[in-house]
């Protein structure tokens, strides 16, 4: 089996692909990681919104019970944003969660990997991951760099977090 067998699409995202519209990706892990509810749940969909106000179709992506989503509902948006079992999956996490029919937030990484099975060009998000501080040490390189290089997704980004040691980001990525 490949991961496309496990690839769900929100109707309005497959409507999209299949007339050629815009779409964007968005990633999920600030619904169940990155807020406190329910100003997590608002901003998901302020962020849709924002997608739909600029003429594109916004496709939010997660992992529930196994399924790869492309485009959530509010029900699934809702129940990303109050379950503490919901995991962070990154490019290493998503066989697992597939497999054991988890639920899991999308990060950077994963998010490309989907976006990219469903053939959906951009993915916005507010940042991304790179090198961590004392990495020289720890070896600590978010997947989110790997993932840049390797998909054929382009991602819109304020940059890498700030907490990350950036100098050390840019130079990975040269």
Do not use: W
Not at 5 to 28: C, F, Q, R, T
Not at 49 to 71: D, F, H, M, Y
Not at 100 to 126: D, H, R, W, Y
Request: aromatic share 4%.
């Amino acid at each position: 089996m490949k991961f496309s067998d496990y690839l769900d699409i929100h109707p309005d995202v497959e409507e999209a692909i299949k007339n050629g519209e815009p779409i964007v990706a968005l990633e999920s892990t600030i619904i169940s990681h990155g807020m406190p509810y329910p100003k997590n749940i608002e901003t998901a969909l302020t962020v849709e919104e924002t997608v739909r106000s600029n003429k594109a179709v916004p496709a939010t992506i997660a992992i529930i019970n196994g399924r790869l989503k492309v485009g959530l509902t509010h029900e699934e948006i809702e129940y990303l944003a109050t379950n503490d079992e919901v995991r962070k999956v990154s490019r290493r996490d998503l066989a697992i969660t597939v497999s054991q029919k988890q639920s899991g937030s999308t990060t950077v990484a994963a998010t490309m990997i989907i976006a990219n099975l469903a053939e959906i060009a951009v993915f916005a998000t507010g940042g991304i991951g790179g090198v961590h501080r004392g990495a020289e040490k720890t070896l600590d390189i978010s997947a989110d760099l790997e993932e840049l290089a390797n998909t054929n997704v382009c991602v819109v980004c304020a940059g890498a977090k700030a907490i990350l040691d950036i100098g050390l980001t840019l130079e990975y990525l040269e």
